[in-house]
């Protein structure tokens, strides 16, 4: 049983289109990261949220953890090709309210952006 | 700065042969860890080491050993090599246990 669940597996969509991407869990979870990682190379953090109902904006990506701290959302506007690539929701697991350094990442989310 | 240092990039073994990927971080990091990463499946942990002498298994620990006898490095030992560890294996490392990780290039291992 995945302790991470992201949905859609897989996304295909156009130059200048909007899309979200998912990140749930049963348990709730003190901190959550966001990561891309893009073909050949180790994923890169692109976020880390911490407090209930916290949205964070990097550029054209918004993030937002779940008022109960189980989910989290990625959103971006009007995708780039450059967007394209695997992300990746990762949490500790074992605690609620603190960090065990056994970090778990969900199976990710391949989007691909078409010029 | 380096940051975290794999070796080799790519491998292939015969099924029951031995082996050990290098992780070498030099960023003063306690935090490091071994992740495998499949089609469909993510990145899931294999061993982690919340500093020198200190080692815990993740999700998938069958088939591996690690040990930390150094700050700095983070070996991953397969014993006997099975066809189902044929992987994309990332070595990581973090300042403190939650926090951001940095990751290596990636080791590509095929075991025939």
């Known amino acids: 049983t995945q302790l991470l669940e992201q949905s859609p597996q897989f996304l295909s969509i156009q130059e200048g289109e909007n899309l979200t991407v998912y990140c749930n869990s049963s348990?709730?979870?003190?901190?959550l990261q966001w990561y891309r990682q893009e073909p050949g190379e180790g994923p890169v953090l692109l976020v880390t949220v911490v407090t209930g109902g916290e949205v964070k904006k990097l550029k054209r990506l918004t993030f937002q953890f779940g008022d109960a701290r189980k989910d989290s959302s990625l959103h971006i506007t009007a995708a780039q090709p450059g967007d394209t690539g695997l992300y990746l929701c990762?949490?500790?697991?074992?605690?609620?309210?603190?960090?065990?350094?056994?970090?778990?990442f969900g199976q990710g989310t391949t989007l691909q952006v078409k010029p | 700065n380096a940051g975290v240092t794999q070796t080799p990039k790519f491998q292939v073994l015969k099924t029951g042969q031995s082996m050990t990927l290098q992780c070498a971080q030099d960023?003063?990091?306690?935090?490091m860890s071994w992740y495998r990463q499949d089609p469909g499946m993510g990145l899931r942990l294999i061993h982690y080491s919340v500093g020198a002498g200190i080692t815990d298994q993740g999700e998938v620990p069958n088939g591996y050993n690690v040990s930390r006898s150094t700050t700095e490095d983070f070996p991953l030992r397969l014993l006997s090599a099975a066809p189902s560890q044929t992987s994309v294996y990332f070595c990581?490392?973090?300042?403190?246990?939650?926090?951001?990780?940095?990751f290596g290039s990636g080791t590509q291992l095929s075991v025939l």
């Open positions: 990762a949490i500790n697991a074992g605690q609620k309210t603190s960090n065990t350094g056994k970090l778990i």
């Open positions: 348990s709730v979870f003190s901190s």
């Open positions: 990581a490392s973090s300042y403190s246990k939650g926090g951001k990780l940095f």
């Open positions: 960023m003063n990091h306690e935090y």
